[in-house]
Structures are given as C-alpha cells and as structure tokens.
C-alpha cells in the first residue's frame, strides 16, 4: 500500500515555468526522498531531506519538508523538457519500517517545449 | 562507478512458470532491496538484503524469494507465476539502507501470459 499521497497526480507546463510538486505521508519518518523516473525505466534519485531539516537544495530543485504536516514539496525552476517524467516521493526509517521505501502515487510532469 | 545493473531486461514467461531475476549492485553498496512496479498498485517494497541476510520483508507472498550472494549480488525468484506477477521490477543498491540514498537500476520488465 502506499504511504503518501501526491497532488497533482498530473501536471503540464511549458518550458521556463516552475513545476511544483506536493506529497503527504502518514506515518514517523527520519527521511524523505524524491526519485524521478522516465517513461517505463529506472528511477532516478534527486534528493534526500532528512527530518531535521526544513529546505534543501539541488541545482534547480528545491525540496521543502514539514514534518508536522506530514508533507513535503519539491519544486523544480525554470523547467526544461527533459524534465519531463514522473516524480516519486519516498519515505524511508522510521520505527518500523527501517530501510525500506514507501513510495507515493507519483506526479507526471509534462514540459512543452 | 558502474551503475546497478539488472539482467534480464525483459523477459516473457508462461503462468506456473518460475523466474530468476539478477541484481549487481554498485559497487561497495552492501544494501540490495527490491521493488515491484505495477499501474495498478504502483511501487511497492518487495525485500531488503544486507550483508547476505535478509533485514527487511513486505507484504508479498512466499512464491517471491531473495537472496544475496557474498559479492553483494542479489537474485529474486518468483514461483509458480501468476499474470498479476506481470510487472517492472527494480533493484536498488545503497551503501548502509537506511537514511541513505538508493541507487535504482533499470529493470527487468517481466509479462506472464
């Protein structure tokens, strides 16, 4: 079953706009990751916030954890269309479920040229 | 470093059938753990190995198995396939599991007809 939910489960931008993607989770977490994946591969890790911290960033990523909302968004600026993919969140530790990743439903980001 | 590699890529097998799928982790990563990957139920924890040992489980049936070799290799075995087995599954490595960042491969996309 899946931990979090993610909002939206579909977005569609054009090039040069911001994406903002939204995830919740139910449970304790010691961290949170976002994964990206293209169509039917791999997944790809861009970033991992530890529950401590508030913000973080990556090259064009911004990821923001709030913990006593259970919830976390990552944004990506000034987007390209090789950005286009799904985008995973994942909660990981915890008490119970140690290494393991719960993964939410995902969102499709589309990037029109 | 060479990325985490999985072999077959695809593969097509008949129901009651049995599979074996390969994981190479990368290298130095002790952690393998498994993802099943369905439209459906989306990504889901199949099991963790670390260390040749299996740290971590979720919530499939016992047709699916693991293990890991001493080179931190990993192979899972499903038995007596089923068509809802049809599914992408992933491999990912990290250095310790949990709190760390996982390293997917590219997966081995298995149809069961």
């Known amino acids: 079953s899946q931990q979090g939910e993610e909002d939206p489960q579909a977005l569609s931008i054009q090039e040069g706009e911001n994406a903002t993607m939204n995830c919740s989770y139910k449970?304790?977490?010691?961290?949170l990751q976002w994964y990206r994946q293209n169509s039917g591969r791999g997944l790809v890790h861009l970033i991992l916030?530890?529950?401590?911290?508030r913000e973080k960033h990556s090259g064009r990523l911004r990821v923001t954890l709030d913990t006593s909302k259970k919830s976390s968004s990552l944004l990506i600026t000034a987007s390209r269309a090789a950005d286009t993919a799904s985008y995973f969140c994942?909660?990981?530790?915890?008490?119970?479920?140690?290494?393991?990743?719960?993964f939410g439903e995902g969102t499709q980001l589309t990037v029109n040229p | 470093k060479a990325g985490v590699t999985q072999t077959p890529r695809y593969l097509i097998k008949t129901r009651g059938q049995q599979v074996t799928l390969s994981c190479s982790p990368i290298?130095?990563?002790?952690?393998v753990s498994w993802y099943q990957q369905t439209p459906g139920q989306g990504l889901q924890f199949l099991f963790e190995?670390?260390?040749?040992?299996?740290?971590n489980k979720g919530n499939f049936p016992g047709r699916f198995s693991g293990r890991q070799f001493s080179n931190s290799r990993s192979e899972m075995n499903v038995s007596t396939l089923e068509l809802g087995d049809s599914a992408l599954y992933l491999c990912?490595?990290?250095?310790?599991?949990?709190?760390?960042?996982?390293?997917f491969g590219p997966g081995t996309r298995l149809t069961v007809t």
């Open positions: 990912a490595s990290s250095f310790e599991g949990q709190g760390y960042e996982q390293y």
């Open positions: 449970t304790s977490i010691n961290n």
């Open positions: 916030i530890r529950s401590n911290e």
């Open positions: 994942a909660t990981g530790g915890g008490e119970t479920s140690g290494s393991r990743l719960t």
């Open positions: 290298s130095g990563h002790r952690s």
């Open positions: 190995y670390f260390s040749e040992t299996q740290r």
